[in-house]
């Protein structure tokens, strides 16, 4: 009996069917893993008609979803689905529950909207959920989810409180990311339970009252950009502190901030920006060794620097900005020889210059000292700063000319002078910054002319020059500016991390031309943290908006500048060389008195905006601007355009603002059908000549009807088409009621 209980072969039978019965119930379980990944696929192929993602090529290659890009399968199972990125729009699926082994679900960077499902409250084995960058409209509910890990809401519009949802699945949360939703209410105890939590970010929402004050314990707290106020209390800093990052900027906290943030011998990034922080500045800050960003700006900290954040030998980032900190600059800041970026800006500086020694620093990247009281002459003396790539002086009061050693920074990518007094000439040594990309000399009274030299500038793409007292032609060379930026990028993109600091938004909003397409895109986006993104990505030359090819409807990803010249004395024709200026999308030469015939060339750009209203130009309006396919705003008045209006304007589909007033000398017909038909007739005032919402007709030439000083028989044209249509009105009834007649004696005949 004990043999046969033993029999191998009775053994091996068995295990056999042991395996052969789990297979089986593994190969229903991948098989209904994989219906409702079609019906998911169904449910995702009706809500997008076209752009759709990777999705669309399930099961047309394998049968296997584990062989379907985005799915991942462990143990012959789905286990993950990654739809980031999809191009995908409508409402969340109802049935990821039914994958029942489901851990991994990404559908980050889309545009869902709708409620967050209760069938995703049911996948009880998620440990990882990623909906950001999305538009998702409900209240936060996910309990049931006790097993998640990390849990990524950000950039949606999700409300309400959190106080019960967030506790209820927190178990094992380690990453909680909520931030840019509109979320509000209390914090204050909603994480007491979260004991694994680490990383924390419920920046840019609504959240009000005071703070969770065992945040000490994490190693990112992000809560910038709410409505929390009351003090930080000194006990949030144990002395097992794990904090890394702590940014508490862009709130209304208050009072003195404790010292005992020295207890965080981790911390990398201190932020403390935009509140109502009083009294002294920490000076047990000075112990953190690990520290490299500091940022205390707007607030009402005391003027006094301490001493001891000198030893701060990793510190690369100091800013004191928005501080109200009067007089000469600090001594103190003369010291800080390893900090690389020093913002100082919007303060009440008036001196300190020289005697601070802050033009010493030779490791400072980025000088920010704009929105000050500063006066006199520029200070040549930054010449000893060979590590500058940033320098911005604008808005002061200083005056004189531009020092003839701000050509001599080999690294120099930004140079901002804009909005002082300066005067004398722009020098010809700017030409040497090869690395250069803004050029900001805008609202001062800069004479003479625009140096050839500046055309020498290959990485330069933000030029603004406008409201100076600048003469002379537009030299051909300038065409050049821009032409290969790419050496410029790649040194930024192998220089690491670039701290974000306060002043990118500022910078940026007076960089970028909000008033028009495509920048306005840009300016619309700006938060402060999309700023740090948006300033991080312009250094490195990714590209923010599309632009298109010449000719074409055909979206290119290529980086895009523009030239603002407006606003001064500049003459002459404009160099048919213009149309090299293919990474372009802005050009404002306005007010003016640039003359002659306006090159044809300028079809070959990829331009959205096109304003050289206010000048002397003549001959012809260019029909090569119709093929300028995606250009938005486009303004010709108040020159001396002749001849026949350009019927190719007319398939502009893109265009949003048009002007060609006061060019009384061009004629022809803006029809009733097309793009120009949209606009008002302000967009035509003082074209005599210019039939306005006609039907097509042959041109009239109005050489007999013009004089030189006006339009004397001008108002024939207008009367001729009101004429002709009535004309064309009795014998279209006539006609008709030929037709209708004729028709009814034939029925007549047939009965």
Not at 32 to 42: E, F, Q
Request: hydrophobic fraction near 40%; include cysteine.
């Amino acid at each position: 009996m004990l043999e046969e209980e033993t029999d191998p072969w009775r053994i091996i039978l068995l295990a056999f069917l042991v395996f052969l019965g789990v297979s089986l119930v593994l190969g229903n379980s991948l098989d209904t893993d994989r219906v409702v990944l079609l019906d998911l696929k169904s449910s995702l192929e009706e809500s997008n008609k076209v752009n759709r993602g990777h999705y669309s090529e399930w099961n047309l290659s394998s049968s296997n979803p584990c062989d379907w890009k985005g799915i991942t399968c462990n143990y012959n199972r789905v286990t993950g689905v990654n739809l980031s990125g999809s191009s995908i729009s409508g409402t969340l699926f109802l049935n990821f529950s039914n994958l029942t082994e489901l851990s991994h679900l990404d559908l980050s960077s889309n545009t869902l909207g709708g409620q967050i499902p209760a069938d995703l409250s049911h996948c009880n084995n998620l440990v990882y959920l990623n909906l950001s960058h999305n538009i998702l409209d409900s209240e936060l509910s996910l309990t049931g989810l006790s097993n998640l890990q990390t849990l990524d809401l950000s950039k949606n519009r999700i409300r309400g409180g959190i106080q019960t949802s967030v506790p209820a699945i927190c178990n094992s949360l380690v990453v909680l990311n909520i931030s840019e939703n509109n979320l509000t209410g209390s914090i204050e105890d909603v994480f007491d339970q979260c004991d694994k939590l680490r990383y924390l970010d419920l920046s840019m929402n609504d959240f009000s009252g005071n703070i969770w004050i065992w945040f000490g314990r994490l190693q990112k707290f992000i809560i910038y950009d709410n409505y929390l106020n009351g003090n930080i209390p000194a006990s949030s800093f144990t002395a097992n502190c794990s904090l890394e990052v702590l940014d508490l900027s862009g709130n209304n906290f208050s009072g003195q901030f404790p010292g005992e943030i020295s207890n965080c011998q981790d911390l990398i990034i201190l932020h403390l920006w935009g509140n109502k922080f009083k009294g002294p500045i920490p000076p047990e800050i000075g112990s953190i060794a690990s520290l490299e960003a500091l940022f205390l700006g707007n607030n009402s900290f005391s003027r006094d620097i301490p001493e001891s954040l000198l030893d701060l030998k990793n510190l690369d980032f100091l800013d004191l900005s928005r501080n109200n900190f009067g007089g000469e600059i600090q001594g103190t800041l003369g010291k800080f020889t390893q900090v690389k970026y020093l913002v100082l800006h919007t303060n009440s500086y008036t001196g300190g210059l020289y005697s601070s020694g802050i033009l010493n620093l030779s490791n400072v990247v980025r000088l920010d000292l704009s929105f000050n009281n500063f006066s006199g002459p520029l200070p040549s003396e930054v010449s000893r700063m060979p590590s500058l790539k940033y320098l911005t002086l604008a808005y002061n009061q200083f005056n004189g000319s531009i020092p003839l050693e701000y050509g001599d920074f080999p690294h120099l990518q930004a140079l901002d002078l804009s909005f002082n007094e300066l005067t004398g000439t722009i020098p010809l040594s700017l030409g040497k910054l090869s690395s250069l990309l803004w050029l900001m000399l805008a609202n001062n009274q800069f004479v003479g002319k625009i140096p050839p030299e500046i055309g020498n500038c290959s990485s330069l793409l933000w030029l603004n020059l406008a409201n100076n007292k600048l003469s002379g032609n537009l030299p051909a060379e300038l065409s050049n500016i821009g032409q290969n930026p790419i050496a410029t990028f790649e040194s930024n993109q192998q220089s690491g991390r670039i701290i974000p600091g306060s002043g990118e938004c500022l910078m940026m909003k007076r960089w970028i031309p909000a008033d028009y397409p495509p920048f306005r895109f840009v300016y619309d986006i700006l938060s402060r943290k999309t700023c740090w993104s948006v300033w991080d990505q312009l250094l490195k030359g990714v590209w923010l908006f599309p632009i298109c090819a010449h000719g074409t409807l055909v979206r290119t990803n290529q980086i895009s500048g523009y030239v603002q010249l407006s606003g001064n004395k500049l003459s002459g024709e404009i160099p048919s060389d213009i149309g090299k200026m293919h990474n372009f999308s802005m050009l404002h030469l306005g007010v003016n008195n640039f003359s002659g015939k306006f090159p044809q060339e300028i079809g070959e750009l990829p331009l959205m905006v096109l304003n050289i209203s206010v000048n002397r130009f003549s001959g012809e309006i260019p029909r090569e601007i119709g093929e300028i396919k995606r250009l938005q705003n486009l303004d010709l008045s108040s020159n001396n355009f002749s001849g026949t209006f350009p019927a190719s304007l007319n398939d502009l589909t893109w265009l949003s603002k048009f002007n060609v007033s006061y060019n009384p000398l061009i004629y022809g017909v803006i029809y009733v059908t097309g793009q120009l038909a949209k606009f008002e007739k302000e967009s035509f005032l003082g074209d005599p000549l210019l039939v306005i919402g006609s039907i097509p007709h042959r041109p009239l030439h109005p050489s007999a009807n013009h004089t030189r000083s006006g339009t004397k028989k001008a108002p024939k044209l207008i009367i001729f088409p009101v004429i002709f249509a009535l004309v064309l009105t009795f014998l279209a009834f006539g006609i008709l009621s030929f037709i209708h007649f004729s028709s009814v004696k034939s029925s007549l005949c047939y009965r």
